[in-house]
């Protein structure tokens, strides 16, 4: 014991020579190497603090909501089932959470679809090596890239007839290859690429892969409906309480393939209420992150009925009514009309897409 107290002494008596050195080194003048790093800065005012002191309550909100969330997800999971819809260039992922079970990853689209979205990408990529570099002869920086990926078109004509897919879509695969082989070929004979030539080979190619635009399409909405029609069957009753949701980029908000085959078995009634279409900025995302903006959503609704008596105000963006009524009126006191969409009820259940009508072509089949 007497040996600890004497050390706790020299301890203290250490601590406190060091700080006298410290406070003589302050004192000191510093060397011009600290310069740029030391001073004594003027000390905030009292509004910087009280300012500071209120944003960092938004700062530590986002912590209390992670900490809640688990909760929140815990309790969803426990009494909803819930599916997630998640894009992939295999034609999508579907995976099921029952309560109380481990989550169920559906089968796969079958292999069919990716073929026929390869054959019709391979097409979109030619066009994007030579679009750049239309009716510029003196310039050859294409034709490289061109030449390997001739290579590997002609790896893919040679193998073709075993490819996975229907017999009867054989000749049409075939053919996209071939046009596909026979345009970069003169291209790399010629040394150039004209406008032309361009427009002449995607005018060829364009009834090609209509036809395996519709085949990939058909087959991924019929693999996921019956995926589905199994799915519901097994809930039974329980699937009327069920959550879904599906994510999507902005080219792909509109007819949404997996949100659209969900809403045939949810109905219009769960729109934007326990079928949601989540907006993201990359094709992909993943399960979990997918699984928090779902409980976010839910979670925050009940915020919204607490404070404000309105269950799917928290949907929106929460100033928006407010941003609306200054927007109009700043828009009046500048002479002019404001330039904003009708309002529409909070629980409206409208698709999450563009569905007012108007004058133009809406599809392929319009388009041709």
């Not at 050390?7 to 190497?33: E, H, I, K, N, T």
């Not at 800065?41 to 309550?57: E, K, W, Y």
């Not at 078109?153 to 996975?164: G, P």
């Not at 009514?321 to 002019?336: L, N, P, Q």
Request: net charge neutral; aromatic share 8%; glycine share 6%.
């Amino acid at each position: 014991m007497k040996l600890r107290s004497v050390r706790l002494v020299c301890a203290a008596l250490f601590a406190a020579s060091s700080v006298g050195v410290f406070a003589s080194a302050q004192a000191a003048d510093v060397p011009d190497f600290l310069k740029a790093i030391s001073g004594n800065p003027p000390p905030p005012s009292a509004t910087d603090i009280a300012t500071r002191n209120v944003l960092q309550l938004n700062v530590s909100m986002f912590s209390l909501y992670e900490s809640a969330g688990q909760t929140f997800r815990k309790n969803i999971l426990a009494n909803h089932p819930l599916i997630l819809a998640l894009f992939s260039g295999a034609g999508g992922r579907m995976i099921l959470y029952k309560p109380g079970q481990a989550p169920i990853d559906a089968p796969s689209v079958p292999k069919a679809y990716q073929v026929m979205k390869s054959l019709g990408h391979s097409t979109m990529a030619i066009s994007e090596v030579v679009m750049p570099y239309l009716d510029k002869p003196a310039d050859k920086s294409w034709m490289a890239p061109m030449r390997a990926y001739l290579a590997e078109m002609k790896s893919a004509l040679e193998t073709i007839d075993a490819a996975e897919m229907p017999a009867e879509w054989r000749p049409n695969s075939r053919s996209i290859l071939e046009n596909n082989i026979a345009f970069m070929e003169d291209c790399l004979t010629k040394g150039v690429i004209s406008l032309d030539t361009l427009q002449a080979f995607a005018k060829k190619q364009g009834p090609f892969l209509m036809k395996a635009i519709n085949w990939a399409a058909s087959t991924q909405v019929k693999h996921w409906m019956g995926v589905l029609d199994g799915w519901k069957k097994d809930l039974g009753p329980d699937f009327d309480k069920a959550y879904a949701a599906s994510n999507t980029i902005y080219v792909a908000r509109q007819n949404n393939v997996l949100y659209s085959v969900l809403a045939q078995y949810f109905g219009p009634e769960a729109i934007n209420d326990r079928l949601i279409l989540l907006e993201t900025i990359s094709f992909t995302t993943t399960p979990e992150d997918m699984l928090q903006a779902m409980v976010r959503i839910i979670s925050d609704r009940s915020v919204g009925s607490l404070f404000f008596n309105q269950y799917h105000l928290m949907d929106y963006e929460l100033m928006g009514g407010d941003a609306r009524k200054t927007i109009i009126s700043e828009m009046k006191a500048r002479g002019k009309d404001a330039f904003l969409p009708p309002l529409v009820p909070f629980g409206s259940k409208q698709w999450p897409s563009l569905v007012t009508p108007g004058t133009g072509a809406s599809s392929l089949d319009d388009v041709h």
